[in-house]
């Protein structure tokens, strides 16, 4: 849930882009029961191939970590994806002063 916030990916496009369900997914970031492996990996599949996102394993020093693209936090634009549905901005007419 964490990679997913940060990247400013809403639900319903990560559910989409690892090809499993809205639910399955909130499921799964609740640490729900009945999650599987297969919806793991198809998660993090959908995280490194579309979105970017490293997986750094753990190692005798450290714990596991995230790396997100580079530039990503400095782009705003990157971050922020807008919803599937949402409808482009009309621009306003003008006025007749």
Do not use: C, W
């Not at 639910?23 to 009945?34: Q, Y």
């Not at 970590?65 to 782009?75: C, D, E, T, W």
């Amino acid at each position: 849930m964490a990679a997913r916030q940060l990247l400013g990916v809403s639900r319903e496009d990560l559910a989409e882009a690892a090809k499993i369900g809205v639910r399955t997914l909130a499921s799964f970031e609740m640490d729900g029961p009945g999650t599987t492996l297969k919806t793991l990996e198809a998660v993090q599949m959908a995280l490194v191939t579309q979105y970017g996102v490293q997986f750094l394993p753990e190692d005798e020093k450290q714990g596991f970590g995230i790396r997100f693209p580079r530039g990503h936090f400095g782009a705003p634009e990157k971050r922020h994806r807008p919803p599937r549905n949402a409808k482009p901005k009309s621009k306003p007419k003008p006025s007749k002063s």
